[in-house]
């Protein structure tokens, strides 16, 4: 499943393990180090809703290997924090948990963003909001706190980047150059080289409240284009349509490059 979130309610722990059954894994991968302290994801599920934290969305990598220790997302929001906008584009701030129970990943908070018009999902780029990380080594619920308080103080950051997204206003040859460049998220060089894209269907928005020239359109509408395959490609004498991402860890991959991307627009 791809990593549009469009559930405002908090899932249920039986839709939860519907979504990831790795998260209620209750023991570490057999080649886990004896270092490893396995702590289930779900622990942190339970603590997180202390803190105000429901998830909406949870999915888990397809492994034919170690099943039930593969990497997993979470993704909390809390109903209390919404960024509001005076053109009625209300943001909820998320983060997103990646976690895994065989002993190669640590607990990966990353911050994210869901448009209520759209009911859209994005990913803040690491280099606007640094993710944080805790280890396997050790967990307190503590700790926990210590990191949501920290990601939840950076959120000024956030709404700074969005008000500059909004203010910066594109011409046609920025918005196409914009899409051109945007392409470099989902393809390769070589297939780049190798492929055409018609740039305006890219930038063509879906639905009437995207319809503009301000970074904040420009960037939500490739955005939604390029992770959910709404566009065609040629190839050779081929023209085919772009396949929709599934996989939760190369869609957090492209919206981090694209958030980036918008970014070297609004400096």
């Excluded at 888990?60 to 290997?65: G, L, P, S, T, Y």
């Excluded at 046609?172 to 305006?200: C, K, P």
């Excluded at 928005?205 to 020239?213: L, S």
Aim: proline letters at 3%; one cysteine or more; glycine letters at 6%.
């Amino acid at each position: 499943m791809p990593l549009n979130i469009n559930s405002e309610t908090f899932l249920t722990r039986e839709q939860v393990r519907t979504h990831a059954p790795s998260i209620f894994t209750t023991q570490g991968s057999p080649e886990t180090s004896e270092r490893y302290a396995h702590i289930q994801t779900d622990r942190i599920i339970s603590d997180m809703e202390l803190l105000g934290w429901g998830v909406v969305d949870a999915k888990e990598v397809k492994a034919r290997k170690g099943i039930g220790f593969q990497k997993h997302l979470v993704v909390f929001r809390n109903p209390d924090l919404m960024i509001s906008a005076e053109d009625g584009d209300d943001v909820f701030p998320q983060i997103l948990l990646t976690n895994s129970h065989d002993g190669k990943n640590a607990f990966t908070f990353t911050a994210g963003l869901f448009r209520m018009i759209c009911e859209n999902g994005l990913v803040i780029s690491t280099t606007e909001f640094e993710s944080m990380k805790i280890r396997h080594y050790g967990y307190s619920f503590e700790e926990l706190q210590v990191t949501i308080r920290a990601m939840v103080e950076r959120l000024p950051l956030t709404i700074e980047s969005l008000n500059k997204f909004r203010a910066v206003q594109l011409g046609q040859d920025q918005m196409l150059e914009f899409a051109q460049r945007a392409l470099a998220a989902r393809f390769t060089d070589d297939e780049i080289g190798n492929i055409e894209v018609d740039l305006a269907q890219l930038l063509e928005p879906t639905r009437a409240e995207d319809r503009g020239t301000d970074l904040w359109s420009v960037f939500n509408v490739v955005q939604e284009k390029l992770v959910g395959g709404m566009f065609s490609y040629t190839y050779g004498n081929k023209t085919r349509k772009a396949r929709q991402i599934k996989n939760f860890k190369q869609d957090i991959v492209i919206n981090e490059k694209l958030y980036d991307l918008a970014l070297s627009y609004a400096a």
